[in-house]
């Protein structure tokens, strides 16, 4: 074999850390942001939030231009004056536009203290003040206890009396009627149904604790104690022959038993709500739907001035740290600035294809897939992905995910095609507004969109049906 040397040419697509980091940003939520800025924050001296240049008093508003190292993630409308090359100097002039941060001044050292909200008190801490004004032995309240740390977080009690029991030490001596006895204490503390150990026995206790003379309660009773199985197969002929009763009472006990809470100590979960930021507000303005930005969303960024003063003095080999530190400050920026400027343009871009879903709803979607918005925008189907995941939109009719508003189509009789998410809320109207004692089949709702042009398999209504947790047929039927 003879050993040569060849010269070829060849085109690799290299990915520069810039490139990276912006598409890194692209895919991030707004709270993944936030959270990576304050972590480059605190790694890059050169890079800071602007916090407080809205309020007229702050001292960034009243230094002059030629002196501050300003650069807004995002433009503003406002005009600009030039500013000088990177190149050449570290300092950058001002982008005069209001600050899009609402933490305020710091002047006040109240501000750097968050306001106390009130917790609501756990179920635990709530039965166990209950518990101590009970008239009961030091022992019974003990019981009682153990069984309230027992219980989960819907108020239940999951383990039996047995297994609890075989949990303590025998020197205790603690047998099955002192944990029972411990239990109907228990069973009498509000909220009405705590304690229980299934959902007949937690419906049952609400029950007996109406009042007697309750229209229908002892029907009610024996229904949820011995037939709740047959009423939520909505089996209502067998019901009012078990029963013996009419129509008129057998309705008014299943309204009396919908009327009860199945979950008693959800009401004191600390479950935390969880809020949604939008970035992108769309408004109608003298007839047109526009999106523009949420300030609240935007970081608002700049250079430190004074490390770039420093910077700016000292070029020699002892600002290297520096001098790269300065780089990935202005790339941030400009990341950051791109990524809402892309998020901006995809948005408006649906929102020109949804017009008729921002006038009239859910029933004026149209279909629509990432390619269609990629091809307008000359973007990659990839990038209009990232744009749309964990990035939410206010309009009139709400906040929706910009996934939301797009999906599969269905053909329709004249050629055309209907989004999904219209097929759907057409299901739910047929639904809303169907006969409940002679509900419609999927087959039934099959046919009307039929007569209305729109050609659905019996199996797809069933499948969006499901999707949008609509009962079947033979669970919608009321008296």
């Known amino acids: 074999m003879k050993h040569s040397l060849q010269l070829k040419l060849s085109q690799n697509l290299t990915l520069t850390p810039q490139l990276q980091q912006s598409i890194r940003l692209l895919q991030l939520s707004t709270l993944e942001l936030n959270q990576e800025i304050e972590h480059l924050l605190q790694d890059n001296p050169l890079l800071e939030r602007i916090d407080g240049a809205s309020d007229p008093s702050s001292p960034q508003r009243e230094t002059p231009q030629s002196e501050n190292a300003e650069i807004p993630a995002v433009p503003d409308d406002a005009p600009q004056e030039p500013a000088s090359s990177p190149e050449e100097s570290a300092s950058f002039d001002v982008e005069d536009g209001p600050s899009y941060n609402s933490a305020g001044s710091n002047d006040n050292e109240d501000d750097d203290y968050a306001p106390l909200v009130e917790q609501p008190p756990s179920l635990s801490a709530h039965l166990t003040a209950q518990l101590s004004l009970l008239h009961l032995s030091e022992r019974d309240k003990r019981l009682v206890s153990l069984l309230i740390d027992s219980l989960n977080d819907d108020g239940y009690l999951p383990q039996t009396l047995e297994e609890i029991g075989e949990m303590l030490p025998p020197e205790l001596d603690v047998d099955q009627d002192d944990l029972a006895i411990a239990l109907q204490h228990l069973q009498h503390l509000e909220p009405v149904g705590v304690g229980a150990r299934n959902l007949a026995e937690c419906l049952s206790l609400q029950l007996a604790a109406m009042p007697e003379d309750t229209p229908q309660r002892d029907a009610a009773l024996e ?29 008014i006990a299943q309204k009396l038993i919908t009327s009860l809470n199945p979950k008693p100590g959800r009401d004191f979960s600390s479950e935390e709500t969880r809020f949604v930021i939008a970035d992108v507000i769309v408004r109608k303005t003298k007839g047109l739907w526009l999106a523009t930005l949420n300030p609240d969303a935007m970081p608002r960024l700049r250079v430190n001035r004074m490390y770039a003063d420093i910077l700016q003095r000292n070029r020699g080999g002892s600002a290297q740290q520096l001098n790269s530190q300065l780089q990935e400050a202005k790339w941030l920026i400009k990341n950051v600035q791109q990524r809402f400027e892309t998020i901006l343009r995809v948005s408006q871009a649906i929102v020109d294809r949804q017009r008729n879903f921002l006038e009239h709803g859910e029933v004026g979607m149209r279909p629509l ?111």
């Not at 709740?228 to 129509?247: H, I």
């Not at 999927?442 to 609509?470: F, H, P």
Request: hydrophobic share 40%; proline share 2%; glycine share 6%.
């Open 223 to 251: 229904i949820v104690r011995h037939h709740l199985d047959v009423l939520a197969a909505r089996d209502f002929t067998r019901l009012k022959r078990t029963l013996k009763c009419d129509d008129d009472c057998l309705r």
């Open 369 to 479: 897939v990432l390619r269609e918005i990629a091809e307008t925008l000359t973007l990659h189907e990839s990038t209009v992905s990232r744009v749309t995941t964990q990035k939410f939109m206010h309009t009139p009719r709400g906040i929706f995910e910009l996934k939301y508003f797009f999906g599969s189509h269905v053909a329709t009789e004249a050629g055309g095609a209907a989004s999904s998410t219209a097929i759907r809320a057409l299901i739910k109207q047929l639904v809303g507004a169907e006969n409940t004692r002679a509900p419609l089949s999927d087959g039934q709702i099959s046919e009307l969109l039929g007569q209305q042009g729109i050609v659905v398999a019996r199996r797809t209504i069933a499948k969006y049906r499901e999707s949008m947790q609509i009962l079947p047929v033979n669970l919608r039927k009321t008296l």
